[in-house]
């Protein structure tokens, strides 16, 4: 952190120098504008229109050789390192193409500009400016929500493919969210457009990144009810008590975030303890058939308790003291 001393300037006005590292980075030059922002305690400076336009970021990922997981692992890394342009190459594309192209379709605002025999390019077409992280959060959520619901409700019902592609939709918008947060830390001009400060925004990461985790769990218990069998209706109904308490503090988590009612995050940490336990007395006294699939459906209870205790301490990192977020229907 630099200091810098206040110099007066005539009879109502102060001045301070600007660091020449920050008028280097934002390519400005004596004549230019800078925007100012009082926030309370803080003064924000922005550079003004900068007339010069830069080149988009661009990555190229050289194909030939990767397997499809090594490659999507790649598309995804530079969508989430806010490459504007991605060229995808490779004498081996055609066998891969329509696999590739369906990896691009799931990153929200990536759309395919041009196809050749051995190229894909795909570009950007959002404008991060104009993204809610709000409402991103909050669209998470309900998917969520129903996904657990339905999940629940597989006791009876076998809803897996529809929560497989709910968990898709998860996906994409948490991808979104850290892109639009990496673009943030990259550029923190950008948070003039965010009510939110960089150590807010890195908690709110870690928490869609716990919701995305909590969604893949659901999707996992989904999953293993489908091939359970021979439980009794005791088990059944011991099971969807289980869940239920899971659920109930997924909702409790998600109500102090929203509030920023850090008492109500602190309670739902320190029942992290009793919510495993449920999950313990359960697997050892209750389930006596089908002990491979339910035990393992258990498990993923048990990981699902601990990321909503994450997402508890993300809360409580936050603290109580900012802006109540304004919930989006």
């Known amino acids: ?124 077409l959002l404008n991060i400016k104009e993204i809610s992280l709000p409402t991103l959060v909050r669209r998470i959520d309900n998917i969520v929500r129903s996904m657990i619901m339905d999940s629940i409700d597989c006791l009876n019902i076998c809803h897996y493919e529809s929560i497989n592609e709910r968990d898709m939709d998860v996906n994409r918008l948490v991808f979104l969210a850290r892109r639009v947060i990496h673009g943030i830390f990259a550029d923190p ?36 009810l489908r091939t359970a069998r021979n439980l009794t ?16 503090s997924y909702l409790t988590v998600m109500k102090a975030y929203y509030k920023r009612n850090t008492p109500l995050a602190f309670d739902v940490e320190m029942e992290n303890k009793k919510r495993i336990g449920l999950c313990n007395a359960f697997t050892e006294e209750t389930l006596k058939n089908d002990v491979v699939e339910t035990s393992r459906a258990m498990d993923d209870l048990r990981n699902m308790s601990v990321f909503v205790g994450m997402i508890a301490k993300s809360v409580l990192g936050m603290g109580s003291d900012q802006a109540v977020i304004k919930t989006v229907l």
């Not at 807010?200 to 990461?205: C, D, P, Q, S, T």
């Open 1 to 124: 952190m630099e200091t810098r001393k206040i110099i007066s300037f005539g009879s109502s006005s102060f001045v301070v120098s600007v660091p020449k590292t920050w008028i280097t980075q934002h390519k400005l030059k004596k004549g230019d504008t800078i925007h100012m922002e009082n926030r309370n305690d803080e003064l924000a400076l922005y550079p003004g229109e900068i007339h010069q336009k830069e080149e988009p970021s661009r990555m190229l990922i050289e194909i030939d050789g990767c397997d499809l997981e090594l490659i999507k692992s790649k598309i995804v890394s530079a969508y989430l390192n806010n490459y504007a342009i991605i060229d995808i190459k490779g004498s081996e594309l055609p066998k891969s193409a329509a696999r590739i192209k369906a990896v691009l379709r799931n990153l929200t605002g990536m759309e395919i500009i041009q196809q050749t025999e051995t190229k894909i390019t795909a570009k950007d």
């Open 189 to 224: 001009s950008l948070l003039r457009y965010f009510k939110a400060s960089l150590v807010e925004l890195m908690f709110i990461r870690d928490i869609v990144i716990h919701l995305e985790k909590i969604g893949d769990e659901t999707k996992r218990v989904a999953r293993r």
């Open 233 to 248: 209706s005791n088990e059944k109904e011991e099971f969807r008590t289980v869940y239920s308490v899971m659920y109930n």
